[in-house]
């Protein structure tokens, strides 16, 4: 059975693949493949190990109906067309919980930055105009006390408030599709409606999946449903939030500052507006980009494809 890995992933996950043998090609190259190169490099394979930044749309699966498997090396798989993959019988497979504290740890250094205006700041000394000490200038704010309302309290979330009651002594509001008993016990973490975790917080914190449901709910109207003074968060996906609507909200103040791993579209563009701004602080989607995660992401995708070769039930099964 032959296993195309898309992009070279760490080694780990190859080395499981190989020893349970299974044939395994590796897309060694620093840039991903093309679009045709993927699709025609898939017809030759069995099964697909792949990353988020591929686009497994429905033409695609179309074209490689074959396919026995597809086990994604992320959390994540807004990027494949589900429902043609469950027509297909193609099952699909993902790498849950591996970069929770990797995420949580950058969602919270984010808040960190934004808050003190820290990327700004640095910028400053780069461009030679540190100058003169200013009173009243550059202000940021303290973070002690202050309300943080998370938007999707799963294993991520909930790890962010930890860290917020932990560090700060916040008060914790979430909204979610569901009650999370967890939080609520451990952080007093208390379940709020959308608009009123809008109108409550000062830190809103985006740890949701990308769907028909949050697709840029964070718009021009939920911005101006926020606090002048609060900080709006994402480091989920860039989609859940409209950006030209983001840029406006920060530049006419509505909203205080926002800090991004995610963008929409990715990678941002050099001249973004955002990159610029004195309360902004944006990150290149590095939320699992520590060791331990990356190792963790690529041993639970080789897992799926080895669960799925001896006739095991695939633990990380997505449909």
Request: aromatic fraction near 8%; hydrophobic fraction near 45%.
């Amino acid at each position: 059975m032959k296993v195309l890995v898309t992009l070279n992933i760490p080694e780990i996950g190859i080395t499981m693949l190989r020893e349970e043998g299974l044939e395994v090609t590796v897309w060694n190259h620093d840039l991903p493949m093309t679009y045709d190169q993927l699709l025609a490099a898939a017809q030759e394979h069995d099964i697909l190990l792949s990353t988020s930044n591929y686009k497994i749309d429905a033409n695609f699966l179309d074209r490689n109906q074959h396919l026995k498997l597809i086990s994604q090396f992320a959390v994540g798989y807004d990027n494949i067309a589900l429902k043609e993959a469950e027509m297909l019988g193609i099952p699909i497979a993902n790498a849950p919980n591996a970069m929770v504290d990797a995420t949580a740890d950058i969602a919270f250094a984010l808040m960190l930055a934004v808050s003190r205006k820290m990327f700004y700041m640095h910028k400053q000394i780069l461009d030679d105009a540190w100058g003169h000490f200013r009173p009243r200038a550059n202000l940021g704010i303290e973070l002690k006390g202050k309300t943080l309302g998370v938007f999707g309290m799963g294993r991520i979330g909930t790890e962010m408030a930890k860290r917020c009651v932990g560090a700060y002594d916040m008060k914790v509001l979430y909204h979610n599709r569901n009650l999370n008993r967890e939080a609520e016990e451990q952080m007093n973490a208390t379940y709020v409606s959308f608009d009123d975790l809008l109108e409550q917080s000062d830190i809103i914190s985006v740890h949701c999946a990308l769907n028909a449901d949050t697709k840029e709910k964070f718009n021009s109207v939920a911005f101006g449903k926020m606090k002048p003074s609060s900080i709006f968060l994402n480091t989920a996906r860039g989609g859940v939030h409209d950006e030209n609507d983001l840029i406006e909200a920060l530049r006419s103040g509505t909203i205080w500052g926002a800090g991004l791993d995610v963008t929409h579209p990715e990678p941002m563009l050099y001249d973004n507006p955002l990159l610029r701004m004195e309360n902004v602080a944006v990150t290149p989607h590095i939320g699992s980009a520590t060791m331990e995660a990356r190792n963790e992401m690529s041993r639970l995708a080789a897992m799926n494809i080895i669960q799925y070769y001896r006739g095991e039930p695939i633990r990380n099964l997505v449909r």
